[in-house]
């Protein structure tokens, strides 16, 4: 699996920006998606997951009632809507795709890693 990941960029706090990460190969509704950012000098962070179908989803704390992750299998995509957006949101911005039905806050458990977006949210 091949995922790239789009739709970085820079915004204001308090705005909005979506994230898409596009999936090659035929079995994406196979595969459980998460979202993991890394800020500058620092580790990289879970954010959110979704399971195969997209019934269930979990997220980080600090994004809760914030963002939203969603898929689209038909499409091969999955989605992480971001609102009211905070300065620490800044960071680069990777799917991955776990070969298991849950999504996963555990980084170890995913098997394929997309090239990143950043996101630059201003004050």
């Known amino acids: 699996v091949q995922l790239q990941a789009s739709g970085g960029g820079l915004v204001q706090a308090g705005g909005s920006l979506r994230l898409s990460c596009a999936a090659s190969?035929?079995?994406?509704?196979?595969?459980?998606m998460g979202w993991y950012r890394q800020a500058p000098g620092k580790e990289r962070e879970f954010v959110a997951a979704?399971?195969?179908?997209?019934?269930?989803?979990n997220y980080a704390d600090s994004v809760k009632g914030r963002f939203t992750i969603s898929r689209d299998n038909a499409k091969n995509t999955v989605y992480l809507q971001m609102n009211s957006l905070k300065p620490e949101d800044t960071a680069v911005y990777y799917c991955?795709?776990?070969?298991?039905?849950?999504?996963?806050?555990?980084?170890?458990?995913?098997?394929?890693w997309g090239q990143g977006t950043l996101v630059t949210v201003s004050s």
């Open positions: 979704i399971s195969w179908s997209g019934g269930s989803t």
């Open positions: 991955a795709a776990d070969r298991a039905p849950w999504g996963t806050s555990n980084a170890s458990e995913y098997d394929y």
């Open positions: 190969g035929r079995t994406f509704s196979r595969y459980a």
